[in-house]
């Protein structure tokens, strides 16, 4: 990747899963490894653009060039997004949790005798996508989604477009569970065009690609 690609963008990209407190010690999340996202970052960061990671509990190095802001709940992503904007462009592959738990308790729940289980109460968290996406002011020019689908992965791709009002959507389906591999398949949906297919390759590989072609879509809007 050629650092003029990208070079005075500010790119902001978010990664991994959520974690969202039952208690100090226990939460709901998910499998998500943040391997994609973080293969996104590092090469729009090749490409010479600035590079905003917002990013849920992972295992991983922070790539090379990039400015990473660490957070656990969905909450707090989104506001580590809205902090990160003006951003040109905005690459969201966060698995965040649909859910939280309504009251966390700040003290361990105990496990008591003869009680049976705790009931938890799940409220929704704020979609971080469709709250981008939808800003009248300081929405990134180019907003750009994942799906990761079991199945119809065509028609729920496109919908998704249209319920989240992001620009680009890229699906994949995880039926074969891609969750934690090098390598994965995704097919590339923009607004207006027809669906792209891409060969099953490495997610380092989706990334330089994906980042190609954003820095053609802002060749042909900017020329
Ligand atoms: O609705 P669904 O979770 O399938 O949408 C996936 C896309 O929406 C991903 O780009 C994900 O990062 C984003 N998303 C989000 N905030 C949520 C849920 C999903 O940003 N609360």
């Not at 905003?52 to 506001?79: H, N």
Request: hydrophobic share 45%; proline share 6%.
């Amino acid at each position: 990747l050629s650092t003029r690609l990208l070079a005075g963008r500010h790119a902001l990209v978010t990664a991994g899963p959520t974690f969202e407190p039952i208690d100090p010690v226990r939460g709901l999340t998910n499998r998500s490894s943040g391997k994609q996202g973080y293969a996104i970052a590092w090469a729009l960061a090749r490409a010479g653009a600035r590079v905003t990671l917002v990013s849920g509990p992972v295992a991983l190095d922070t790539p090379a060039g990039v400015d990473r802001v660490s957070v656990e709940t969905a909450e707090q992503m989104l506001d580590a997004v809205e902090q990160a904007l003006p951003a040109d462009l905005a690459i969201l592959t966060a698995a965040v949790s649909d859910w939280r738990v309504a009251g966390a308790a700040d003290t361990k729940i105990k496990k008591q005798a003869g009680e049976g289980p705790p009931a938890l109460t799940l409220v929704e968290t704020p979609d971080i996508l469709k709250a981008l996406a939808g800003r009248t002011k300081g929405r990134p020019a180019l907003v750009i989604g994942f799906a990761a689908e079991t199945g119809q992965l065509e028609a729920r791709a496109a919908a998704k477009l249209e319920t989240k009002g992001c620009d680009w959507i890229v699906g994949n389906d995880v039926s074969e569970g891609v969750f934690g591999r090098d390598e994965t398949r995704v097919m590339l949906f923009r607004k207006g065009e027809a669906p792209d297919p891409w060969p099953e390759t490495t997610k380092t590989a989706v990334a330089d690609r994906l980042v190609r072609a954003v820095a053609a879509h802002f060749t042909k809007e900017a020329p």
